[in-house]
């Protein structure tokens, strides 16, 4: 289901029960304004918003302190808003009528893993408050502002994929200047103990980031984030090095086959250990091996 909310309060997000997987819809509007209305939204908020403007108004709209926009905005314009750490207030002298897409800041570290191959270790922040008529967004926000609540006769996966091209467009817009980011806050202890556990508990299998991500009931991307605040290392990085560490102890045992070492530190392999192991140690399991020997018989 899917449905469009009301905003009662400007740039009010809309609750969590109201996204879809991927974004959410609001409206705010009112066609019969009778004298200057005068709004403020604050508050820290990790959106970003796509707002078509359907409905010619006058406004003035600053952001923190700096005016952004005096005047005359005509439909079809449409305002981009990265997310909010500053007060973004507005006066509005005319009617109005603005159509919005929240997307989430998953969706949009998403979209930056599919064009560039790598998820964003913090919150991005692609964009301030920008005006444009770019003609693709353009037709993405047309194609949802008259949707039904059940997203139209292609249903919510309609919605889900326009906000995905929605995003997509956004970071590629957003790639014409350097992206800022916003603090992250690390992984609070008791999620980050009941994580490390688990990954030594089950280090000898394959271990999915949707696994441990549950365990702190975080999204995949918000977790890697904090996780990676908390320990220095993002979280594939960190169970590679524990099974190292493993493998290592497991090699002390000489009579251990380098192919049973490597399945039970969990490498799906004997190549996949060696590659690893040498990647992070600078040498092969089996020299490593030898070293260790050889300095043991000296220590003695």
């Known amino acids: 289901m899917v449905r469009i909310h009301e905003e009662q309060d400007w740039r009010q997000t809309p609750p969590s029960s109201l996204f879809s997987s991927r974004a959410a819809l609001s409206r705010w509007k009112n066609h019969d304004l009778k004298s200057t209305l005068r709004v403020e939204s604050s508050g820290v908020d990790e959106h970003h918003i796509v707002s078509l403007i359907l409905r010619k108004t006058t406004a003035d709209l600053s952001h923190g302190s700096k005016l952004v926009h005096r005047g005359e905005l005509k439909p ?29 800041q998953g969706l949009i570290a998403e979209c930056c893993e599919s064009i560039s191959g790598a998820i964003p270790d913090r919150p991005i922040e692609l964009l301030g408050t920008v005006y444009t008529k770019d003609r693709y967004l353009l037709e993405l926000m047309r194609a949802l502002v008259g949707l039904d609540s059940e997203g139209g006769w292609l249903g919510p996966g309609f919605v889900d994929a326009v906000a ?21 806050v690390p992984l609070a202890f008791p999620a980050l ?30 977790f890697s984030r904090q996780f990676k605040a908390a320990t220095g290392q993002a979280p594939y990085r960190y169970i590679l090095s524990r099974r190292i560490e493993k493998a290592k102890s497991l090699l002390l045992n000489g009579s251990m086959p380098l192919s049973v070492v490597a399945l039970e530190a969990g490498f799906c392999s004997q190549p996949h250990l060696t590659t690893a192991f040498k990647k992070l140690t600078g040498t092969t399991p089996s020299r490593w091996r030898v070293v260790q020997e050889v300095n043991s018989r000296f220590s003695d």
């Open 76 to 104: 079809g314009t449409l305002v981009l808003s990265g997310p909010r750490s500053r007060p973004i207030s507005g006066t509005f002298y005319e009617s109005f009528d603005h159509f919005r897409v929240y997307l989430p």
């Open 193 to 222: 103990n009941r994580v490390l556990e688990f990954i030594e508990a089950n280090i000898g299998r394959e271990i999915q980031l949707s696994e441990i991500a549950n365990l702190s009931g975080m999204t995949r991307v918000n």
């Open 164 to 184: 995905f091209a929605l995003s997509c467009r956004l970071v590629a817009l957003g790639q014409l200047r350097p992206p800022r980011t916003l603090p992250v």
